[in-house]
């Protein structure tokens, strides 16, 4: 059974940086897409990044130009550098992983301080 295990969350002041991490286990497959979702109170789950396993990458608008998304195939495991972080940035981030199936992670929690 896939499981997905994120880390890397926590507090930052406005204009920091953080790096979230996540490693898949339980399937040597690699999956057609990896990424990252985010979640803030009161709103709906939302696409962050995702790379193929290929390569190609899809960002949202909002962090375009501060985030990047990398990828280790062999590992089964995607990052995701945040840098430059707002307060708009706060949210519980989870990694999502796609073959044939799609698998999340628990979540870790970002919080951005003004």
């Known amino acids: 059974q896939v499981q997905l295990v994120e880390s890397g969350g926590g507090l930052v002041q406005a204009g920091g940086s953080l790096r979230l991490s996540c490693a898949a286990s339980g399937s040597t497959v690699r999956f057609a897409v990896m990424g990252w979702y985010r979640q803030a109170p009161g709103k709906q789950r939302e696409l962050v990044a995702r790379m193929g396993s290929s390569g190609t990458t899809n960002y949202a608008d909002s962090v375009k130009g501060r985030f990047t998304i990398s990828r280790d195939n062999a590992k089964n495991s995607v990052e995701l550098q945040m840098n430059s972080l707002k307060p708009e940035d706060t949210a519980v981030y989870y990694c999502?992983?796609?073959?044939?199936?799609?698998?999340w992670g628990q979540g870790t929690q970002v919080t951005v301080s003004s």
């Open positions: 999502n992983a796609v073959y044939f199936a799609t698998y």
